[in-house]
């Protein structure tokens, strides 16, 4: 198994609803940001991933536009990305 195919397989076990295109970004996100990953970095691969399935989603607008409560919507993301971060970066 490739290291990517880990990353992969770690963030679909955490996030087993997670559309298999949304959890590649979310990997990139886990390679080369880390721990140090943000909500806005979470909302920004998931606004790439969804304007090519749905462009006139709501919440496709930049990421200090949108309420905190939707913001908080992303941080189990981030959290799975910085677990996973953890593991590969030991």
């Not at 955490?14 to 390679?31: K, M, N, R, S, V």
């Not at 721990?35 to 969804?50: G, N, P, Q, Y």
């Not at 090519?52 to 913001?71: A, C, G, W, Y």
Request: charged share 30%; proline share 2%.
């Amino acid at each position: 198994m490739s290291y990517i195919s880990a990353t992969v397989e770690r963030l679909t076990e955490i996030l087993d609803d997670c559309p298999a295109e949304l959890i590649d970004l979310y990997g990139l996100l886990a390679h080369v940001k880390g721990e140090s990953t943000t909500l806005e970095d979470v909302h920004e691969a998931w606004a790439f991933w969804k304007n090519r399935i749905d462009p006139s989603h709501r919440s496709l607008i930049e990421f200090n536009k949108l309420t905190v409560e939707v913001q908080e919507l992303d941080r189990k993301y981030m959290e799975a990305i910085h677990a996973v971060a953890k593991i590969i970066n030991r």
